[in-house]
């Protein structure tokens, strides 16, 4: 007999993130797609799931939230702490004004803070 156990969204991608080494192969900007990231732009920060490619330079993002304050920012990318919160949903992020990104392991924001 199999059993089921209903767990909440924001639990099951705690789980799946700590199960998976999010390491990946990049051979072309398609490979970020599915994937969550922390972007830095020349004038704000973003986390969020790309989910498409719009064309070369642009990326939409789900369950994206602006990042006002990131804080300490060894403890944002590795443990997922961040001072200032907006989720703002979708968002699409202009990659000519990425100055850097990283792999976000952790669940996506959903609340204000």
């Not at 199999?2 to 789980?15: A, Q, V």
């Not at 390491?23 to 020349?42: E, P, Q």
């Amino acid at each position: 007999m199999s059993k089921t156990i209903e767990i909440s969204d924001e639990t099951y991608d705690r789980i799946k993130d700590q199960l998976s080494d999010n390491d990946f192969t990049v051979d072309s900007l398609n490979d970020f797609i599915g994937k969550c990231f922390f972007f830095r732009t020349v004038s704000y920060h973003l986390v969020g799931r790309v989910i498409k490619r719009i064309n070369d330079n642009i990326f939409q993002l789900e369950g994206a939230s602006w990042i006002a304050d990131s804080g300490r920012f060894m403890q944002a990318i590795k443990e997922g702490v961040l001072l200032e919160v907006e989720p703002v949903g979708d968002a699409f992020v202009n990659l000519d004004s990425v100055t850097d990104f990283f792999p976000w392991k952790h669940s996506l924001p959903t609340r204000q803070k």
